[in-house]
């Protein structure tokens, strides 16, 4: 089964809000994790992955955060724009099972202009 | 992403057939992945190639095979035997070992006629 889940199926933002999209993991011992786009009829893209020793990542208008005590991570979206209206995915990294990738079933992030 | 390219991008299967699915790189990655997303899902791996000449079965492999003969090279074999394969086909690749993310073509979709 899955480790990797995401809090809420969908969510609706307004054009130039931010928006945040959390993510939970089971697994203590993966130390590695990454944040896909999907846009529909295309391959996940990467935007911005994270080790488990920093607690804070930045990119252009991106932020992970991540949460070891509580197995938690969030990806943070600055003046959301309507090219992020997407399907968003966090996907844990696996190192004790041949650095497999766990992914959850995703958030679809619409932005409402 | 421009350095992994699948093909077909549609494709259509009759009851009892086999086919093929295409995925090259250029990106002279070591690791080749074969996942399987069904609407609102996460990816599901299938199967997974580490070295030339070598692979696994990931959690779905059943009904499905592939080959690694050359390292830019991953031919995804959806065979009879798989009942229901109907869904969305993502190549991924990954360089090196270790924290390292994957990065993804952009899919065929396979249905049934």
């Known amino acids: 089964g899955e480790s990797v889940g995401l809090h809420l199926p969908t969510l609706s933002v307004q054009e130039g809000d931010n928006s945040i999209i959390n993510c939970a993991y089971s697994?203590?011992?993966?130390?590695?994790f990454i944040w896909y786009k999907q846009e529909s009829g295309k391959g996940p893209q990467f935007i911005i992955d994270?080790?488990?020793?920093?607690d804070k990542r930045q990119g252009q208008r991106v932020t992970v955060l991540l949460n070891k005590t509580v197995k938690h991570l969030s990806l943070q979206i600055a003046a959301t724009q309507p090219g992020d209206s997407a399907v968003y995915f966090c996907?844990?990294?696996?190192?004790?099972?041949?650095?497999?990738?766990?992914f959850g079933a995703g958030t679809t992030v619409t932005v409402r202009a | 992403d421009g350095g992994i390219t699948q093909s077909p991008k549609y494709l259509f299967r009759k009851e009892g057939q086999n086919v093929t699915l295409s995925c090259e790189q250029n990106?002279?990655?070591?690791?080749m992945y074969w996942y399987r997303q069904d609407p609102g899902q996460g990816l599901r791996l299938i199967y997974y190639?580490?070295?030339?000449?070598?692979?696994q079965k990931g959690d779905i492999a059943e009904g499905y095979s592939v080959s690694r003969e050359k390292k830019e090279s991953f031919p995804l074999t959806v065979t009879s035997a798989q009942k229901n394969p109907t869904a969305f086909y993502l190549c991924?690749?990954?360089?090196?070992?270790?924290?390292?993310?994957?990065?993804f073509g952009d899919g065929t979709r396979l249905s049934i006629l």
């Open positions: 991924a690749t990954r360089q090196g070992s270790g924290n390292q993310p994957q990065h």
């Open positions: 697994n203590s011992a993966s130390d590695y």
């Open positions: 190639s580490q070295i030339v000449n070598d692979f």
């Open positions: 994270i080790r488990s020793n920093m």
């Open positions: 990106l002279n990655h070591d690791a």
């Open positions: 996907a844990e990294f696996l190192p004790f099972n041949d650095y497999k990738l766990s």
